[in-house]
């Protein structure tokens, strides 16, 4: 049993609102600065970066996580993470279908770079990433869980994108099991106002943008990691996450 310190919410280039600095490699090595072990890539609505994200971790020796930060018809971010890279781009692909699709405009809202494993420029996304998809926030957990994967309300304690923001409280019997706090502070106030949150698995990310912004050593999972590969330590998490 290990403690592994996490940061589950960041974004890349290819996310316009990311700074242009927030490359793969530029991301695993701050990461590496920072202590931490494990890191999720969770750009709007796109999985596309994750490839070279997972390449760059390796070589930084960064316990990768393949995740979007998808925003639902009610313009509610979620953060969905995957056990298996392959499963973030099949997401990936289903999501793509939902989009609402409008030209991105690069002077106004910054560019939406899709890099290799080397930093270099393989493409770009031409359609605004961020607006808000066609899936609604009940339709999220089901639809993430048929990729293997796993969903939580993202900054839940910020006014913007927010679920408690936008719907006015957390939902009962929403599907979500875990909730994510921008800023440990406000665990204990929102636990006490919105009795919902109590019950949930409470994650504590960045939701980084710039490099300086991604999280240092703090918030942590204990996990049983013998024997030691970097594919046990992801499948531990989403055993912890899930159960």
């Known amino acids: 049993m ?56 390796k070589k930084n020796g960064i316990i990768p996580i393949a995740g979007m930060e998808l925003t639902t018809a009610e313009d509610i971010h979620i953060v969905c993470l995957f056990p298996e890279l392959e499963a973030a781009m099949e997401f990936d692909n289903t999501v793509d279908l939902h989009r609402i699709k409008y030209p991105n405009r690069t002077d106004i809202f910054g560019n939406q770079l899709i890099l290799d494993e ?69 665990i204990q106030e929102y636990s006490k106002k919105y009795p919902e949150v109590s019950g949930k698995k409470i994650i504590v990310s960045s939701d980084a943008h710039y490099l300086w912004n991604i999280k240092e050593k703090k918030e942590y999972f204990i996990i049983d990691d013998e024997p030691y590969s970097s594919d046990l330590v992801r499948k531990r998490l989403f055993e912890l996450l899930v159960n």
């Open 2 to 57: 290990n403690k592994y310190y996490y940061d589950l919410h960041m974004h890349s280039c290819l996310s316009p609102c990311g700074d242009d600095d927030m490359t793969p490699n530029n991301i695993a090595g701050m990461g590496v600065l920072n202590g931490l072990n494990i890191m999720a890539l969770t750009d709007h609505n796109t999985s596309k970066n994750c490839p070279a994200f997972f390449k760059a971790a």
């Open 118 to 186: 080397n930093d270099e420029l393989v493409g770009t996304d031409d359609f605004f990433l961020p607006n808000a998809t066609d899936i609604t926030v009940e339709q999220a957990p089901g639809l993430v869980k048929r990729y293997g994967g796993f969903c939580y309300p993202a900054h839940i304690d910020r006014e913007a994108n927010g679920i408690i923001a936008t719907l006015g409280d957390f939902p009962p019997d929403s599907g979500f099991t875990a909730a994510e706090f921008h800023d440990s502070g406000n």
